[in-house]
């Protein structure tokens, strides 16, 4: 009897397996339509420009990266949560600009206005499960000391929506329920104590989040510990590029820093998709050295010239053309030999893998000046190899002299 009970759910099981990757890619797709919706809906209100556009490299990669993850690992809920995140950040920017279109623009006959309202929540809703992503990284479990973090943040995150939604009611008993920016009226000027507490909260567990995978990259290894590391990267990147956009450091800055930092948005759900697919995994050492070399370089080389700079022109007493040149002439005379010091140094902390690499073959080649017998030599080089490159087989063949 167990057993025929226990096919029907085995063969339901199977079915939800398979129609997961449809799913995946339906949510996908719908994201994207909804984003290209807005854009004429943008025009209409006038309120199309490139600061707007801004979302599109917020939602599309979330999109892309939790359809594949989605698609691939559908037992993963990570997939599934970038894409529930890209989702409600598209639905609630679409129902704030339909809402002015239908309320201050003067179409009320259009349909669904007072639904708009309802899903009008802001961007701070999709936002505010970003968290989430960073806490259940990579495989959506998490331990019993920190299961408490996941209920309270579900709970909170419960609240802020309630908050947000009741002022959305409240709001469509006015004659112009959202102000001509966007958005319900009153939302954006609540004083109610209890709100503020439950934002500062949700910050703390969002401290909680990082602060939790911080503490496990301290005890993780192997291919743990590498995830852990693109989620870093990718996270560093991501505030580094919201910090100049939110602070307006990059307002005049030429288009080339606007793409490095368009791509340092997009870095987050990258470096998710790369640590839960394991595509690439290793090659994070040797980006994030290569990334800090190059900075402490070009830091060190501005320095040199900036003070060569000074020293000619206003201690030495040469010209502008000359001291310029000369500090030019400098900085390129220091590039090589900086670089592979700086590189070196960082190698030593950041990409050991190499490091070791290059002090084994050093070693090697230092016995290999006094070695005289073939056998030892032979030994002594596949230990070499065996240490540097790590190959799954190496052997050495040494063609026998021919006499005579």
Known sequence: MNGRSSQPTEVASRRLWLASPIVAVVLGVLTVLLVVVDVPLEAEIHTL????????????????????????????????????????????????????????????????????????????????????????????????????LFRGYVVLYAVLLTAVERHAVVALGRRLPVWSGGGVVGANHSDALAE?????????????????????????????????????????????????????????????????????????????????????????????SRTLSYALLTASLVGVFIGLIALTTNTLAFSGRVGVAASTLAAAALFNPLRKRIQRLVDRRFNRARYNAEATVAAFTARLRDAVEIDAIRADLLDAVNGAVQPTHASVWIKPHARG
């Open 49 to 148: 420009s490139a600061f707007n556009s801004l979302e599109l490299v917020f939602v599309l990669p979330f999109t892309l990266v939790g359809t594949v993850v989605a698609r691939r690992e559908p037992r993963n809920p990570m997939g599934w949560l970038l894409l529930l995140i890209a989702l409600v950040v598209v639905l609630t920017g679409d129902a704030s600009d339909y809402t002015v279109f239908v309320y201050y623009f003067g179409h009320r006959g259009w349909p669904l206005g007072q639904l708009a309202v309802l899903f009008d929540a802001g961007v701070i809703a999709g936002l505010a499960l970003l968290p989430l992503a960073i806490m259940l990284f990579p495989d959506g479990q998490l331990g019993p000391r920190w299961k408490w």
């Open 196 to 288: 503020h507490v439950v934002v500062a909260l949700l910050v703390v567990f969002c401290i909680a989040s990082v602060a939790r995978q911080l503490l496990s990259y301290r005890t993780s290894t192997g291919v743990r510990r590498q995830q852990l590391k693109w989620l870093g990267a990718g996270g560093a990147t991501c505030i580094a590029s919201l910090v100049f956009l939110l602070t307006g450091l990059a307002n005049n800055a030429p288009t080339a820093v606007w793409v490095l930092l368009i791509l340092g948005w997009a870095a987050l759900p990258a470096s998710i998709g790369v640590g839960i697919l394991k595509y690439r995994l290793y090659e994070i050492d040797r980006l994030i």
